[in-house]
């Protein structure tokens, strides 16, 4: 341990190294924090800080303002303590009680074939570091540790805002030097679920299974403005363009695997006349070339085709199921929906059929909501609910998480921007995130009256096995934190 901390002994964040290797002595993957709760708390009592650790065990350390800072504005410096814990295949390491190994290398730190925890062990570092300096000035600090995060958030829905006076909050959980996140969008997962009445099938009908690939998906928040395929809606289109033109049966539809993924890929199953085989591969090898026109450039490998299947089908949906089916992969919003005025290039809104299936009773259409105002995540699910009803089907709607909007008139914004300027000569990237963050949670618990901003060092690859953590980033990332709180007066 001392190898790592002697190289980097002369870095004015070397305290927070200090702690941050501390930390990751403890395990503290998601839904394990019990132990690293209680370290944080036991950091606490040997710092003579008051310190509050809740029944979700978030912790929450209070440190009062420095000379000349008594009476500043109490502010929240705030991260989570849970990991992600991955490992390489080969590597021998068990999460639930051996460490993480650090290894330097030039620039980099990094782990030895498992997950670093910079994400978001290095704002909780950080903030043990400000608790436990004796000369840097600052403002009353709270620092609050949540549990959780990776895992659905939980320690930030479960915080109690009473336990907390500031309202202003830095969170330390960004990955990108230079960029400060002002924004994070809010989300749903919406089902529609549309009755099937199934017939038997005709043992006559040629089956065969129409098969969508080469998509390139990705995340529907970080990927949806690439314009990427989606295959359940590029289906819908084929199978509705189809029925014009040759009389077919739907077995099953089934396409993607999580709503919060644009879907790679879709499957349908249809049965129909020998004498209707030719206008079927007609109508594939059309679309196929539709399809590369339309996603040329952007899903250059995406193919439709036809694979003529020697079992058959026992039912298939009824014709009114069928019609219906297509009329909702149709008309289900997806993609895009609005772009913010406030920050070039970010979408405001955005919704995506990430999951389809075919059940014993239902088929299923699985969408993941997003958007940054409140009131546009709504008009999405009322356009939801709308296609529903149309469609004699019913919907529902779960995991909704708040949005974090946009705060023109930020004060700790202003602060960020002035002091980096100051530092570097240069104005500092103000972005935002198509994602959901814990901000949101934390600006729904305050009923919108906290002044939020998110930022943090280099770090990369995050969530695997090859996160790392650039040193020299971190040291000023440290600086730059430590102006800042200066600056709070």
Not at 43 to 48: E, L, M
Not at 126 to 146: Q, R, Y
Not at 402 to 410: G, H, I, K, L, T
């Amino acid at each position: 341990m001392m190898v790592m901390l002697d190289k980097l002994k002369d870095l004015n964040s070397f305290e927070a190294f200090k702690y941050f290797k501390e930390m990751n002595e403890t395990p503290r993957g998601s839904g394990n924090e019990k132990a690293i709760s209680d370290w944080l708390v036991s950091f606490a009592k040997a710092h003579n800080l008051q310190v509050i650790q809740d029944e979700a065990l978030n912790v929450i350390i209070k440190k009062p303002g420095t000379k000349g800072y008594e009476n500043a504005p109490v502010t929240i410096l705030q991260g989570h303590m849970d990991m992600v814990c991955e490992k390489n295949v080969d590597t021998i390491h068990d999460f639930e009680k051996d460490p993480i190994e650090f290894i330097v290398e030039g620039d980099i730190l990094r782990a030895n074939g498992t997950t670093l925890g910079a994400d978001n062990g290095i704002a909780v570092a950080f903030g043990l570091a400000v608790l436990a300096s004796k000369d840097m000035p600052h403002p009353p600090i709270e620092l609050l540790v949540t549990t959780e995060e990776e895992t659905g958030m939980g320690g930030a829905q479960r915080l109690d805002p009473n336990n907390l006076k500031g309202r202003t909050l830095i969170n330390i959980d960004s990955e990108e030097e230079g960029k400060l996140l002002v924004s994070c969008s809010g989300g749903v997962r919406g089902r529609i679920k549309l009755p099937i009445a199934w017939e038997t099938a005709d043992k006559s009908l040629v089956n065969c299974a129409v098969r969508i690939r080469g998509l390139l998906g990705g995340h529907s928040g970080m990927e949806i403005d690439k314009e990427r395929g989606n295959s359940n809606k590029l289906m819908g289109r084929f199978l509705m363009d189809l029925s014009s033109a040759v009389d077919f049966k739907i077995s099953s539809i089934a396409g993607g695997s999580k709503n919060n993924a644009i879907p790679r890929e879709a499957d349908a199953v249809i049965l129909f006349r020998e004498e209707d085989k030719a206008a079927v591969l007609e109508k594939s090898s059309e679309w196929n070339e539709i399809f590369k026109n339309e996603l040329l450039g952007i899903d250059p490998d995406v193919s439709i085709s036809v694979e003529f299947l020697g079992e058959k089908a026992e039912r298939v949906f009824s014709d009114d199921t069928a019609k219906r089916a297509l009329q909702v992969l149709i008309m289900i919003p997806n993609g895009v929906k609005s772009m913010s005025m406030a920050i070039p290039g970010l979408v405001q809104s955005s919704t995506n059929i990430g999951v389809v299936t075919t059940g014993e009773e239902n088929m299923e259409f699985d969408s993941a909501i997003r958007s940054s105002v409140k009131s546009l995540k709504e008009a999405i699910c009322e356009e939801t609910i709308v296609l529903a009803e149309m469609a004699g089907a019913s919907v529902e709607f779960e995991s909704d998480y708040p949005e974090w909007q946009y705060n023109p008139d930020s004060n700790i914004r202003a602060i960020f921007q002035k002091v980096y300027s100051e530092m570097y000569g240069e104005m500092p990237e103000i972005t935002a995130i198509h994602a959901g963050l814990e901000c949101g949670l934390f600006s729904d618990k305050f009923n919108g009256d906290i002044d939020l901003i998110s930022f943090g060092p280099n770090i990369y690859d995050v969530h695997t096995p090859k996160e790392h953590l650039s040193i020299s980033s971190t040291e000023r990332t440290w600086n730059y934190l430590a102006a800042v709180l200066k600056e709070i007066k």
